[in-house]
């Protein structure tokens, strides 16, 4: 299908785009991303544990 095939192009570009001015900040951006996650899922499971 050529629409979906364009709108994997365009979002390739963009996230191509995107990381190009992310990536100095990448090392800091992965070690927050995998606190925040960390903590959502200990407040996840507690929540869940307190529910049940």
Known sequence: MP????????YLRFRLALEAQVRPQLGQGIIWAVWTRVAYNWLFAGALAGAS
């Open 3 to 10: 629409l979906i095939r364009g709108l994997r192009s365009v």
